[in-house]
């Protein structure tokens, strides 16, 4: 699920930390802070993304399939859905 900034300032401390938790993330800078939180929340999808894509393209060039050229092109479509 993607959040919004604004929609994640208003959820507390607590409800951040949870949040993070789920994903096995640890908070930016100071833990006490709420930017700390949404920062990392914010950019968590972009750089799972980032990494998959690279997994992705290494077992293209070693497997040359078309299963995973369509699981490209759908991260691919998915990121273009994250980012607008």
């Known amino acids: 699920m993607v959040f919004s900034r604004s929609e994640l300032e ?3 401390i607590p409800e951040l ?3 993070l938790h789920r994903y096995g993330l640890k908070p930016t800078g100071n833990a006490a ?3 700390g939180y949404i920062t990392t929340l ?3 999808p972009e750089l799972a993304l980032q990494q998959f894509e690279t997994i992705a393209r290494l077992n293209t060039k070693l497997l040359d399939g078309n299963c995973i050229q369509q699981n490209v ?3 691919l479509l998915i ?4 980012v607008s």
């Open 73 to 75: 092109a759908s991260l």
């Open 33 to 35: 802070l709420k930017p």
């Open 42 to 44: 914010m950019v968590f």
């Open 79 to 82: 990121k273009k859905v994250l």
């Open 17 to 19: 930390r949870q949040m």
């Open 10 to 12: 208003l959820l507390t």
